[in-house]
């Protein structure tokens, strides 16, 4: 390749990723030297890029690949309005393809719907008779299954639902309405998504390539996956070796990503691309998250519910709020919804890190962060065996027992665009810190920045702009806890190699790898689009 200089841009140099005006030297596949003062070496390769902007390439390390891969095999349900446009969607979705396996519907925005609530079991089936149905809610940790689709799932679809607790919703007489949480959701969306890679073929290749391809196409120099199968290792170790993006992925129980993580004698032996071996736990769930708030909360939350359900002139919101398990204790209330019992959690935390396998653990509310921290803590795990994913919700006191591990956390602001207007109505950023990037980092926190796609925004770049504006539509969440340009670009690339110890934790600067992306202006202007990503100092994507 030869040595190539890049100069007339700007340059998001070395560890802290501060821009200037500069130029950088790429001696085969490694960054030979960067500066900002002199004129530039000599290279027997020139790229003048005036005006443009050289980033460390992106590391997306809560990126749901397998599972986004087959997004654009489905139908996207973001856009429903209530139950009336899911059924005609399934219903049009069976007239069209009647040799599908599933009807696979993604991003249900169901607290915008009126009624509040997913279709039912019988529903989906009067739409769809006999057809397996899975409908997913943008957070892919509820949905609603048609009878036939919980019978290959394993799931009850008659009779007494005694399996799974409250993962399985029941009506009065006991029975599943085909409404589904966490574990027994998780299952149900890995038998669709195994059954629908079956039905593919030969074609599954390409499915997950084009995946990969869009990846490169937004800068992202390297993938890593939070929850693949044991039995698809090899599915992505055959997708790694066709395509330049780097790839790295996590295990945990074959049953589905929400199912408990079964110890690390299931665990399979490496490798697990470009990373160490790794497993996925669930401290909490999505919308049944275990969070903790001051008494003053509870009053305010069923206001919100009460708002939302006059603005949509509909009681679903309210009736969804009271759903919701609350325990008021003296001077704060809790959501019952953590996965784990402290002494189980901290026996899968002793296993796993006596194997050296690095533990990545769900914790969307305080009370579940508080959990993860303390038996992190406890159990003496070291903190590169450990990043913690999300903290949606924080306090002061989560804050610190997350940073006395040293465990890094992974959060994603790019959903605030999306959610905004859900957090604030329901009332919660009146009571807790939602997405506090500048509160972790100033607690000393490594703060990594990632996408968690499908459910949020797979553009690195949209993830960047919502960590230092965190605007949505109505407004903006907290301004306070924004980030600066060059933190957010540091989280969402130096330190998240650093996090999976993989290549480019040191950012742009000589010695490390040539993983970068150029863009054709500011990375903070919203009109700024990637032209190339380098990987390994090959040009891996052009447009």
């Known amino acids: 390749m030869g040595i190539r200089l890049i100069t007339g841009a700007t340059v998001w140099a070395g560890p802290a990723c501060t821009p200037a005006r500069g130029w950088l030297l790429v001696d085969g596949d490694q960054i030979a030297d960067a500066g900002t003062d002199g004129p530039p070496p000599a290279a027997g390769e020139v790229l003048d890029l005036a005006g443009g902007h050289v980033l460390p390439g992106f590391v997306d390390v809560h990126l749901h690949l397998t599972q986004a891969a087959w997004y654009p095999h489905g139908g996207d ?21 009647p040799a599908a396996p599933w009807l696979l519907f993604w991003d249900a925005a169901r607290w915008r719907w009126p009624q509040g609530r997913l279709p039912t079991a019988r529903e989906l089936d009067q739409a769809a008779p006999g057809r397996r149905v899975l409908i997913a809610t943008a957070d892919m940790h509820r949905g609603a299954v048609s009878p036939a689709g919980l019978a290959a799932a394993g799931l009850p679809s008659h009779g007494p639902a005694r399996d799974y607790g409250d993962d399985i919703t029941r009506d ?6 085909g409404e589904l949480w966490e574990a027994a959701f998780g299952v149900a969306l890995q038998r669709a998504l195994t059954d629908t890679q079956a039905h593919a073929g030969d074609g599954e290749g390409a499915v997950l390539a084009a995946q990969a391809r869009r990846c490169l196409s937004l800068g992202i120099t390297h993938a890593h996956d939070p929850y693949v199968p044991p039995g698809w290792h090899q599915r992505m170790l055959s997708l790694r070796s ?26 399979p032996d490496g490798p697990y691309g470009d990373s160490g071996r790794e497993v996925k736990l669930f401290a909490d769930g999505g919308d049944r998250c275990a969070i903790q708030l001051p008494s003053r909360a509870a009053p305010g939350l069923l206001r919100g519910a009460i708002q939302q359900s006059a603005r949509l002139r509909s009681p679903g919101p309210l009736r969804e709020a009271l759903r919701r398990k609350l ?36 914790a969307l509310g305080n ?13 003496g795990v070291p903190p590169a065996l450990a990043t913690i994913d999300h903290l949606m919700l924080l306090d002061p006191v989560t ?82 806890q924004a980030l600066s340009r060059p933190e957010a670009v540091r989280a969402a690339t130096a330190t998240a190699a650093a996090s999976l110890g993989a290549p480019g934790a ?10 970068l992306v150029i863009c054709d202006g500011d990375p903070f202007n919203p009109a700024t689009r990637v032209t190339q990503t380098w990987i390994a100092g090959t040009v891996a994507w052009s447009g």
């Open 399 to 480: 804050v610190d027992r997350v940073a006395a591990t040293g465990a890094t956390v992974s959060y994603q602001p790019g959903i605030i665009p999306r959610y905004g207007d859900m957090l604030t109505g329901m009332r919660v950023d009146r009571y807790a810190t939602i997405l506090g990037g500048r509160r972790l980092l100033q607690a000393g926190v490594p703060l990594v920045l990632s996408s968690d796609h499908p459910s949020g925004p797979l553009d690195p770049l949209a993830n960047l702009r919502a960590a230092v504006d965190r605007r949505f539509a109505d407004g903006e969440l907290q301004p306070d």
């Open 242 to 267: 066709a395509t330049p993006l780097r790839l790295s992925w996590a295990t945990g129980a074959a049953a589905g990503m929400h199912s408990p993580a079964p110890g690390p004698d299931a665990a």
């Open 77 to 97: 349900a973001w856009g429903w309005r209530g139950l009336e446009d899911a059924l005609a969607a399934v219903r049009a979705a069976a007239a069209a393809d």
């Open 506 to 515: 040191g950012g742009l600067q000589p010695g490390q790898p040539a993983d």
């Open 172 to 177: 009065r007489r006991g029975l599943p309405t």
């Open 327 to 362: 325990i008021v204790r003296p001077g704060h209330v809790h959501t019952p919804y953590l996965r784990y019992t402290d002494a189980d959690l901290a026996r899968l935390m002793d296993a796993y890190a006596g194997a050296g396998v690095r533990m990545r653990i769900h």
């Open 367 to 379: 009370l579940a962060g508080e959990q993860a921290a303390r038996l992190l803590q406890q159990t």
